[in-house]
C-alpha cells in the first residue's frame, strides 16, 4: 500500500517552454502533497506544499508564478515549471500524505533537463 | 539555527565490514527522526522512524537509535545491495515539512 507515481519519469524540455509534473496517490487518498527538489550530490529541499482543494504553501524563495502547483483532487497534483530555463534542471519529487508531514509517501521523482 | 547534519558523506565498505552512519541534529521540540534510503535516480523509501532518546529500531542488517542530540543507522556485514544514499529528516514541533540532511552515499564492494 501507500504508493505514489510520478509522470514522466523523465523529460527534456527547450528553454523558455513550460512542463508539467503529475504526482498521483494509487491506492490512497492524499490530503496533503509535498514537492521537492534535489540537485546533484544534495538533499531534497521542501518547495511547496499543496493541501486538496486549495493554494499551495511554497517556501521562501521558491517563485509560485514560476513552479505552478495544483491539487486539484485528493489523488493527484500536479507541478508545472512555467518559462523553463537550464539552472531549473533538476530531479523533481512528490510526495503524498494522508496525515501531514510526519507521514510522506515519496514518488520515484521526475529527471527534468532543460536545454 | 535548526540543522541535520549527516556524516560521513561518502562511505565505501567492504562486503561483511559493519559500519555507522550518523545523524546529527540541533533543532527544538523534535517529534520524529525519519531515515530514509535513496537509490540513484528514485525516491527516498522509507526504513524507520524514531520519536525518543533510547528507542531502536531494526530491519534486516540495519539498526536505527536516537539520542537527545543524534542518531546513528547501524549496518551490520552489509552487503552490494546495500549500496545507496541514506537520508535522515526530522520533523519538529511547530513545522508542517520534514527537514532533511545531505545524506550519506554508502558504496557495499564486494
Known amino acids: 500500500g501507500a504508493v505514489v507515481s510520478q509522470h514522466p519519469s523523465r523529460v527534456i524540455c527547450k528553454s523558455g517552454t513550460s512542463v508539467k509534473i503529475e504526482c498521483r496517490s494509487l491506492?490512497?487518498?492524499?490530503?496533503?502533497m509535498f514537492w521537492y527538489r534535489q540537485f546533484p550530490k544534495q538533499s531534497l529541499m521542501l518547495m511547496a506544499t499543496s493541501n486538496e482543494g486549495s493554494k499551495a504553501t511554497y517556501e521562501q524563495g521558491v517563485e509560485k508564478d514560476k513552479f505552478l502547483i495544483n491539487h486539484a483532487s485528493l489523488t493527484l497534483s500536479t507541478l508545472t515549471v512555467t518559462s523553463a530555463h537550464p539552472e531549473d534542471s533538476s530531479f523533481y519529487i512528490c510526495?503524498?500524505?494522508?496525515?501531514?508531514?510526519?507521514?510522506?509517501?515519496f514518488g520515484p521523482g521526475t529527471r527534468l533537463t532543460v536545454t | 539555527e535548526d540543522q541535520v547534519t549527516q556524516s560521513p558523506e561518502a562511505l565505501r565498505l567492504q562486503e561483511g565490514e559493519s559500519s555507522s552512519l550518523n545523524c546529527s541534529y540541533t533543532?527544538?521540540?523534535?517529534?520524529?527522526l525519519f531515515w530514509y534510503r535513496q537509490d540513484p535516480g528514485k525516491g527516498p523509501e522509507f526504513l524507520f522512524t524514531?520519536?525518543?532518546a533510547g528507542e531502536e529500531k531494526e530491519k534486516e542488517r540495519l539498526k536505527a537509535t536516537l539520542t537527545k542530540k543524534e542518531s546513528f543507522l547501524h549496518i551490520t556485514a552489509p552487503k552490494p545491495e546495500d549500496s545507496a544514499t541514506y537520508l535522515c529528516a526530522v520533523y519538529q514541533t511547530g513545522a508542517n515539512n520534514l527537514f532533511f540532511g545531505t545524506g550519506t552515499r554508502l558504496t557495499v564492494i564486494p
Open positions: 510526495s503524498a500524505s494522508t496525515s501531514g508531514a510526519r507521514e510522506q509517501y
Open positions: 524514531l520519536y525518543s
Open positions: 491506492d490512497f487518498q492524499a490530503t496533503t
Open positions: 533543532v527544538s521540540g523534535l517529534r520524529g
